[in-house]
């Protein structure tokens, strides 16, 4: 339990209402297979309208917090849960046609919920606190998402794929339910509008604090990078004579490894500079991809995904961390708005420009990916000398490491005199 000393009551009742979302959120997994199945869709028809759905959960995403800055994250939160929900349930009764409006309404709004989320759990704790309770809550969400997509299979195979989108529309609303339940509606940070007139605009924060743009730009080179484990590293490894099979136990190494290392690391590492946290696991993910440029193997791909799941480790709670840190109160939505935008970036742009790259010129395609994700590894590296004035001298963690305190004091002396 000393790994989740200083994580609020409320961040734990959150991460376990983000474990029961995951559970239920499993139509994703299969909507390509339902599209192309039930409702008699083209390969190509089928990728056009999930690519159209995964723009509104990237929309969602990037405005999500946008909208708690102004009206409450709670507020956004149970909205978008609610729609979500309402949305799901209903549609399996939907002609084909409509689809092409409701399913990014659905997704939509499902982004709107992950980046109130993660607002909420950022204004639940003090700065220099965070990087444990981003990691609970990510540590449940892949929680359920192991339980999720073999329930969604049993419940596929038993009934039909429409009960998949029901069961996880009425899982959607039991956790608006029970968010609305567990957060207070009233004189919270949970329920309070940040933003205030007069507030310094957005832009203008950023580039008082030039290492968070710098920490985006990277995060979505490397979610482009990184998620191509979900689209042409399956078709590179059949290619290979590895199967289906194989590839669902490469998936398993990635989340069984996340679930055991994750938490015990962030502890571990909670005093350590957080940018240089970030900046090695980007070049770990970058190194794993490399891997492949050596071979095809069993043994390379496993390699390949040890890297690569370290890597993961290494960035996404402490970049999540980071920039909340990072982000005045008045904008705390929107910062993780940001930075929620830019780490699902890769689920738009993967597919396509990594499926176009592999098909012109297979060889390439790992190459480019180490080089980009490495580079976006340095970038966050060489970020760390960016000056911030007016911050606060603490880090993600508990604090500065002693050396960049005495530093960080004797610049602090520099500038007073």
């Not at 590492?269 to 970058?286: K, N, Q, W």
């Amino acid at each position: 339990m000393g790994m989740l000393r200083g994580v609020p009551r409320t961040v734990r009742l959150l991460a376990f209402g983000a474990f029961i979302n995951s559970v239920v959120s499993f139509t994703f997994v299969y909507l390509f297979v339902y599209l192309t199945g039930p409702r008699g869709l083209s390969v190509a028809q089928a990728g056009v309208l999930t690519g159209i759905g995964g723009a509104g959960l990237l929309a969602g995403n990037l405005t999500g917090g946008w909208f708690g800055d102004r009206y409450g994250h709670r507020r956004m939160l149970l909205a978008g849960a609610c729609v979500a929900g309402a949305v799901l349930v209903t549609l399996p009764l939907l002609p084909l046609a409509a689809l092409y409006g409701v399913l990014p309404l659905a997704q939509y709004a499902s982004g709107v919920v992950r980046a109130a989320n993660a607002a909420l759990v950022a204004v639940s704790v003090p700065e220099g606190s965070r990087r444990q309770s981003f990691a609970l809550t990510r540590f449940a969400g892949n929680g359920g998402f192991t339980v999720g997509p073999p329930l969604g299979a049993l419940i596929a195979a038993r009934s039909s794929y429409d009960w998949l989108f029901l069961v996880d529309g009425l899982g959607t609303l039991l956790f608006a339910g029970y968010a609305a339940r567990i957060l207070p509606a009233r004189g919270t940070a949970h329920s309070r509008p940040a933003h205030r007139p007069g507030s310094p605009g957005l832009w203008s924060e950023l580039r008082a604090r030039p290492a968070v743009p710098v920490l985006l730009a990277a995060i979505v080179c490397v979610d482009l990078v990184y998620r191509q484990q979900y689209s042409t590293l399956p078709v590179f490894l059949a290619d290979h004579g590895l199967g289906t099979q194989f590839y669902g136990w490469l998936i398993a190494v990635n989340g069984g490894v996340i679930l055991c290392l994750e938490l015990p690391a962030v502890h571990a590492l909670r005093d350590r500079a957080p940018l240089s946290i970030v900046g090695t696991g980007l070049l770990l993910v970058g190194a794993g991809y490399a891997v492949l440029i050596a071979g095809a193997g069993a043994l390379f791909a496993v390699t390949m995904m040890c890297s690569l799941t370290l890597g993961e480790i290494l960035y996404k709670t402490t970049a999540t961390a980071y920039v909340a840190d990072q982000a005045p109160a008045h904008a705390q939505g929107r910062f993780q708005s940001l930075y929620a935008g830019a780490s699902i970036s890769g689920q738009v742009l993967a597919p396509p420009l990594g499926g176009a790259l592999y098909t012109a010129a297979p060889a390439l395609l790992w190459p480019a990916c180490a080089v980009l994700a490495c580079g976006a590894g340095v970038a966050v590296l060489a970020a760390r000398g960016l000056r911030e004035p007016g911050r606060p001298l603490r880090t993600t963690g508990g604090g500065l490491p002693r050396s960049e305190l005495k530093r960080a004091l004797a610049d602090r002396k520099g500038e007073r005199s």
